[in-house]
């Protein structure tokens, strides 16, 4: 299958620095010919590159607001996340009627969307006889990283869609009740704080189709919304609880489904080390492990505004008025449940055939053990052991790694400086 990729490259803006290299939590990165290069298959779009790039080569390609011009009806979907990002707004509604005035006809909070699976999580978690602990589904980035990284640990995903799905669905239907229009003339547009929620809509994982029509990033709309934010009168647009909102903060969606024996892990680095223990059979007694790629949660985004921090304490102050409570669904009026079984993406095999991929992995150990193993990056890949994997693909030569070439310079001076002829002394006159 083709991945459509949120996450891209502007070669012009590249200067080759591997701040990116280092980061890449799938090690989907390279710097050949003093240029990065993104590994598409290993890609999960979590847009640690982007965080890091000082030189804003790394973007994250998301749909701007003339696609809701092909539609007769659009609806926004704000993030949760998305409500930390004005700091003098003490009232939500403020910002789903701004957001009814920058192009939009109706607003949807994915806020419900999360009390919606948090009761769906519930269900599930009350069974028994699942293999625990259970991961959560609800960070796309998570879900590419353990079906490329952690095959072992796919059955232990929970097989429920997306807050943002859930929305998507509800909001359409809706609409559709509300307005008379078909389906598919209603535009429903995500606010997203993450390139991986647009990468999940155009291919997704869990579904045979997204529900949603595309993503807007929360940054491109805070820029329309703040000019108009303070002389907004607001209506009563507000439907979801504390529950739903908190669901944009780690832990957030833990709570709402009244787990109590959970942990919450967030930024990838964090959560590749907790997926390594659970994999080495190192984690016990958790029934549940709630993950984000993102530091803090959704509200550290890479697609965001304001400090993961201080939108985290906005949410808190913004919220405290919030009833707590779910809104239970009724039968059939959404399909939570996965229609698509997670599949191991084998990205990381040397070769499809066995024995060739152990002849393959034998030369990879050979060379690995002739390099330096400081995994300094000047070659270009972001280890040793990587660059002896691209070596052993014949992505890339020996003669790459910096530290061996200095070290062979240096062997091969004094025979160099021995073999050229002595200076006629008598010339000088």
């Known amino acids: 299958m083709n991945y459509f990729h949120s996450v891209t490259l502007d070669k012009n803006k590249c200067r080759g620095c591997t701040n990116c290299i ?17 590994i598409k298959e290993r890609c999960i779009d979590c847009g640690e590159c982007i965080r890091v790039c000082p030189y804003h080569a790394k973007r994250a390609v998301t749909d701007s607001f003339d696609e809701l011009k092909k539609y007769k009806y659009n609806i926004a979907l704000p993030a949760p996340s998305f409500y930390g990002q004005f700091s003098d ?109 647009m990468t999940s809509i155009k291919t997704p994982l869990l579904l045979d189709r997204s529900s949603i029509s595309g993503a807007i990033s929360v940054n491109d709309a805070f820029k329309r919304l703040f000019p108009l ?43 590749i080390k907790i997926l390594e223990e659970i994999e080495d059979d190192k984690v016990s007694g958790i029934d549940f492990i709630e993950l984000s790629a993102c530091l803090g949660g959704c509200v550290g985004g890479v697609l965001n505004v304001v400090n993961g921090f201080v939108a985290k304490n906005k949410i808190k102050n913004i919220s405290k008025n919030l009833e707590k409570s779910y809104l239970k669904p009724t039968d059939n009026e959404v399909e939570l449940r996965a229609t698509q079984k997670l599949e191991y993406a084998p990205v990381m095999q040397l070769d499809s055939d066995f024995g060739k991929a152990m002849e393959m992995m034998d030369k990879l150990e050979e060379i690995y053990d002739s390099l330096p193993k400081l995994d300094c990056g000047s070659c270009g890949a972001p280890s040793c052991r990587a660059l002896a994997e691209d070596i052993v693909r014949g992505f890339a030569d020996e003669g790459a790694c910096m530290i061996n070439m200095k070290e062979k310079v240096k062997e091969l001076a004094p025979e160099i400086l021995s073999s050229g002829s002595e200076p006629d002394m008598d010339d000088k006159e």
């Open 89 to 197: 707004v003490n009232d939500i509604n403020i910002i789903l009627t701004g957001l009814k005035k920058i192009g939009f006809d109706d607003v949807f909070e994915v806020a419900r969307g999360a009390e919606y699976i948090s009761e769906a999580t519930k269900e599930i978690y009350s069974d028994k006889s699942l293999n625990k602990p259970m991961i959560s589904s609800a960070c796309p980035a998570v879900v590419r990283l353990i079906r490329v990284r952690f095959p072992n640990l796919i059955d232990r995903v929970i097989d429920l869609i997306s807050p943002m799905e859930a929305a998507g669905q509800l909001a359409r239907n809706e609409a559709a009740k509300k307005t008379g229009f078909k389906p598919e003339d209603i535009g429903v547009f995500f606010i997203t704080p993450c390139p991986a929620k």
């Open 229 to 271: 934010i303070s002389g907004i009168k607001p209506e009563k647009l507000m439907t979801a609880s504390m529950d739903g909102v908190y669901w944009s903060r780690s832990g957030g969606e833990a709570d709402s489904a009244g787990i109590e024996n959970y942990i919450a892990v967030d930024g990838i680095e964090n959560v």
């Open 22 to 38: 280092k980061r890449c939590p799938t090690e989907a990165i390279r710097v050949r010919d003093g240029k990065a290069r993104i």
